[in-house]
């Protein structure tokens, strides 16, 4: 059974920095994807980034990209989201989540494993 336990949110200015963890195991991930997803209150969930862990390949939404780096250490099982210049309509609830299928991986019903989520909460 896959466990994902994040961690590193909590409460950040506009323009800082946070890096999310998204510790993995249960399994051995060489032909997952894992992907970071949000979500705010009042909205859907959405895609932020993903990234294949055989590859490295990596996915962003526009929204985010160039200001955050997904990776991922092997030896660690972990998965990493290094985010800067945090705005703060970046506040949310971050969520890991894991998937075999990798097919469509900007959609959350391609995942079959979720964390519990971690608040990032971004002032003005």
């Known amino acids: 059974q896959v466990q994902l336990v994040e961690s590193g949110g909590g409460l950040v200015q506009a323009g800082g920095s946070l890096r999310l963890s998204c510790a993995a195991s249960?399994?051995?991930?060489?032909?997952?994807?894992m992907g970071w997803f949000r979500q705010a209150p009042g909205k859907e969930r959405e895609f932020v980034a993903a990234?294949?862990?055989?590859?490295?390949?990596?996915y962003y939404s526009d929204s985010v990209k160039g200001r955050f780096t997904i990776s991922r250490d092997n030896a660690q099982n972990t998965v990493y989201l290094q985010m800067n210049s945090l705005k703060p309509e970046d506040t949310a609830v971050y969520y890991c989540?894991?998937?075999?299928?990798?097919?469509?991986?900007?959609?959350?019903?391609?995942?079959?494993?979720w964390g519990q989520g971690t608040q990032v909460t971004v002032s003005s």
């Open positions: 989540a894991a998937t075999r299928a990798g097919s469509v991986i900007f959609s959350e019903y391609e995942y079959d494993d």
């Open positions: 249960g399994r051995t991930f060489g032909n997952y994807v």
């Open positions: 990234i294949r862990w055989s590859s490295k390949n990596t």
